[in-house]
Nanobody
Framework: QVQLVESGGGLVQAGGSLRLSCAAS????????AGWFRQASGKEREFVAA????????HYADSVKGRFTISRDNAKNTVYLQMNSLKPEDTAVYYC???????????????????WGQGTQVTVSS
C-alpha cells in the first residue's frame, strides 16, 4: 500500500511559479515511478509529467515542456513538480500517482498507475 499526499497548490497570476510536492508513505518509495496528472473542471484527467524511480528518465506532456520540471528526493520520499511561466489553462486539480509495475519507464497513461493522491488545486489568474 502507498499513501500519497500532495501540497503546494494555490492561486497565482499568469507568468508566476508554484512548486507542488507529493509526500509518499508505505511501500519503499524508491521502488516505483511517479507521475503528475491534472484535471480541469469538466475535462478528463490528463498527463503532465512522470519520472522513473532513479530520476534518470523523465517524460512530459507537450503542453508543459520547457515550463514544468519533475524531480524526486528518495531520501525524503517526495516527488516535486516545479511549475514556471504558468498560464490560465494550467488551472486544474493536480494529482500525484505511483506506478509500481514500471519503475524504469515513466508512463503517461493513467491506467499504468496504481495509487493516487487526493489532489491539490492550482488556479492561474489572467
Amino acid at each position: 500500500q502507498v499513501q500519497l499526499v500532495e501540497s503546494g497548490g494555490g492561486l497565482v497570476q499568469a507568468g508566476g511559479s508554484l512548486r507542488l510536492s507529493c509526500a509518499a508513505s508505505g511501500r519503499t518509495f524508491r521502488m516505483y515511478a511517479a507521475g503528475w496528472f491534472r484535471q480541469a473542471s469538466g475535462k478528463e484527467r490528463e498527463f503532465v509529467a512522470a519520472i522513473s524511480w532513479s530520476d534518470i528518465n523523465t517524460h512530459y506532456a507537450d503542453s508543459v515542456k520547457g515550463r514544468f520540471t519533475i524531480s524526486r528526493d528518495n531520501a525524503k520520499n517526495t516527488v516535486y513538480l516545479q511549475m514556471n511561466s504558468l498560464k490560465p489553462e494550467d488551472t486544474a486539480v493536480y494529482y500525484c500517482a505511483a506506478d509500481l509495475s514500471h519503475p524504469y519507464s515513466p508512463s503517461g497513461r493513467t491506467s499504468a498507475y496504481d495509487y493516487w493522491g487526493q489532489g491539490t488545486q492550482v488556479t492561474v489568474s489572467s
